[in-house]
């Protein structure tokens, strides 16, 4: 079904025949964490890889420090044997942490890490960076290895992977290979996977922000667009050619301390989002940062849901309507050659909100110091001219911006 054509009736009787096949009722009060035992409700089949994961996944981004263990035994404990980690989350001490807590459990789970393989990379420094992963996870496999944050089809032409891949394969180190990315060519990298069976399994951005049954609602509001409208259309293509889905950044930048107030109909947001996500169709899993036991708990009350609830759209209309100044939307990259200072505002804009709305500076200062040349340095002294205008939904790029710089720069450490 074309992205055009799937409009919100189709998407609520899709609600109502998944919550029929689920024994649930489209109108019955949202389960919360606190209301009964949290724990996984439904395990899906990943694409045709014979694996079976949780509909709700651990993702890793941000562990490390402290208590990294008991969080993932939390996750473990609660049916969450789905792992998603990568070489570069928390510079490798994400990988650390799984290795430890996983100890004596390791068949327990199933784990996905990632490594970026850019046109020139060689299938030596991809064999280097899989034995470094494998060396952090204390494994001697690991079942999915994403190519990460693919956003140019280019990076899909480059035989080194492929030639790395079977070789891995062979000798048991992986099991299945995939891409990863929520970038703005996402749908040409994804159309171009897909078709070639380049990928057993995709790890990509896709929220209630970028699904247009979402936004036919809102119409009236030039706000309310959907950023990669065509996403629906080779989602749904994977899944029928029998490619694995998982969804990622499903909380559509995860604004924190913003939406209690609001959470009165019986669910919180991000359970409100993720009922969204998995009753789309679209999708057969989705992974999310799991950072504290608490948090795990009230995830997992969406787990088991495969329709839409009522309650959740005015819900995710007020998150929508409260983000939309600041929040830079996933696939967008429409001002990303608006700076002549060389500024790479979407990469900016995403340390933003790491910083701000995730409250992670940590993250937020690792990612950013990445950027080099291409911070907003430059931004401290323009007059914003150039880049005012270059958001469609209105985003005030040189005011935040300069206010990113200011918080993350080195020089206001």
Same mark, same amino acid.
């Given at each position: 079904?074309?992205?055009?054509?799937?409009?919100?009736?189709?998407?609520?009787?899709?609600?109502?025949?998944?919550?029929?096949? =689920?024994?649930?009722?489209?109108?019955?009060?949202?389960?919360?964490?606190?209301? =009964?035992?949290?724990?996984?409700?439904?395990?899906?089949?990943?694409?045709?890889?014979? !694996?079976?994961?949780?509909?709700?996944?651990?993702?890793?981004?941000?562990?490390?420090?402290?208590?990294?263990?008991?969080?993932?035994?939390?996750?473990?404990?609660?049916?969450?044997?789905?792992?998603?980690?990568?070489?570069?989350?928390?510079?490798?001490?994400?990988?650390?942490?799984?290795?430890?807590?996983?100890?004596?459990?390791?068949?327990?789970?199933?784990?996905?890490?990632?490594?970026?393989?850019?046109?020139?990379?060689?299938?030596?420094?991809?064999?280097?960076? !899989?034995?470094?992963? !494998?060396?952090?996870?204390?494994?001697?496999?690991?079942?999915?290895?994403?190519?990460?944050?693919?956003?140019?089809?280019?990076?899909?032409?480059?035989?080194?992977?492929?030639?790395?891949?079977?070789?891995?394969?062979?000798?048991?180190?992986?099991?299945?290979?995939?891409?990863?990315?929520?970038?703005?060519?996402?749908?040409?990298? !994804?159309?171009?996977?897909?078709?070639?069976?380049?990928?057993?399994?995709?790890?990509?951005?896709?929220?209630?922000?970028?699904?247009?049954?979402?936004?036919?609602?809102?119409?009236?509001?030039?706000?309310?667009?959907?950023?990669?409208?065509?996403?629906?259309?080779?989602?749904?293509?994977?899944?029928?050619?029998?490619?694995?889905?998982?969804?990622?950044?499903?909380?559509?930048?995860?604004?924190?301390?913003?939406?209690?107030?609001?959470?009165?109909?019986?669910?919180?947001?991000?359970?409100?989002?993720?009922?969204?996500?998995?009753?789309?169709?679209?999708?057969?899993?989705?992974?999310?940062?799991?950072?504290?036991?608490?948090?795990?708990?009230?995830?997992?009350?969406?787990?088991?849901?495969?329709?839409?609830?009522?309650?959740?759209?005015?819900?995710?209309?007020?998150?929508?309507?409260?983000?939309?100044?600041?929040?830079?939307?996933?696939?967008?990259?429409?001002?990303?050659?608006?700076?002549?200072?060389?500024?790479?505002?979407?990469?900016?804009?995403?340390?933003?909100?790491?910083?701000?709305?995730?409250?992670?500076?940590?993250?937020?200062?690792?990612?950013?110091?990445?950027?080099?040349? =291409?911070?907003?340095?430059?931004?401290?002294?323009?007059?914003?001219?150039?880049?005012?205008?270059?958001?469609?939904?209105?985003?005030?790029?040189?005011?935040?911006?300069?206010?990113?710089?200011?918080?993350?720069?080195?020089?206001?450490?």
């Amino acid at each position: 079904m074309s992205a055009s054509s799937f409009d919100r009736r189709e998407f609520l009787r899709r609600g109502v025949m998944g919550a029929a096949a =689920a024994g649930l009722t489209l109108g019955a009060p949202p389960v919360r964490a606190d209301e =009964a035992k949290a724990q996984v409700r439904r395990r899906v089949p990943l694409g045709k890889t014979g !694996l079976e994961i949780p509909d709700i996944g651990f993702g890793s981004s941000r562990l490390s420090g402290d208590g990294a263990e008991r969080v993932v035994l939390h996750a473990l404990d609660r049916g969450i044997d789905y792992i998603d980690t990568a070489e570069s989350y928390r510079g490798g001490n994400s990988e650390l942490a799984i290795g430890r807590a996983l100890e004596g459990r390791r068949d327990e789970v199933v784990i996905a890490s990632k490594t970026k393989c850019d046109t020139g990379t060689s299938r030596s420094e991809l064999e280097e960076a !899989l034995e470094a992963s !494998l060396r952090r996870l204390r494994t001697d496999r690991i079942e999915i290895y994403f190519n990460h944050a693919v956003n140019d089809t280019d990076r899909l032409r480059n035989d080194e992977w492929y030639e790395f891949a079977s070789r891995a394969k062979q000798a048991g180190k992986i099991r299945f290979t995939g891409i990863s990315g929520h970038g703005g060519r996402l749908v040409d990298c !994804l159309d171009v996977a897909v078709d070639e069976g380049l990928a057993d399994v995709v790890l990509v951005g896709f929220n209630f922000g970028q699904d247009p049954a979402f936004h036919q609602r809102f119409t009236r509001s030039f706000d309310f667009v959907a950023i990669q409208p065509d996403l629906p259309r080779v989602l749904t293509k994977a899944r029928e050619k029998g490619v694995g889905v998982v969804a990622m950044k499903t909380l559509r930048g995860a604004k924190l301390n913003d939406m209690r107030p609001y959470e009165t109909g019986g669910a919180t947001f991000a359970q409100a989002a993720f009922r969204w996500t998995l009753a789309s169709g679209y999708v057969d899993s989705l992974v999310v940062s799991m950072t504290g036991t608490e948090q795990i708990d009230e995830y997992l009350g969406a787990s088991g849901w495969q329709a839409a609830h009522e309650a959740d759209a005015a819900l995710l209309e007020r998150y929508a309507a409260k983000t939309n100044a600041t929040q830079c939307r996933y696939g967008c990259s429409d001002c990303a050659d608006a700076c002549p200072a060389g500024v790479n505002i979407p990469e900016v804009l995403r340390t933003r909100m790491y910083a701000f709305d995730y409250e992670d500076e940590t993250l937020a200062r690792a990612d950013y110091a990445r950027l080099g040349a =291409a911070s907003a340095q430059p931004c401290i002294s323009c007059s914003g001219a150039p880049c005012r205008t270059a958001c469609p939904h209105g985003i005030a790029i040189p005011e935040l911006s300069r206010r990113t710089h200011r918080k993350l720069s080195r020089s206001s450490v």
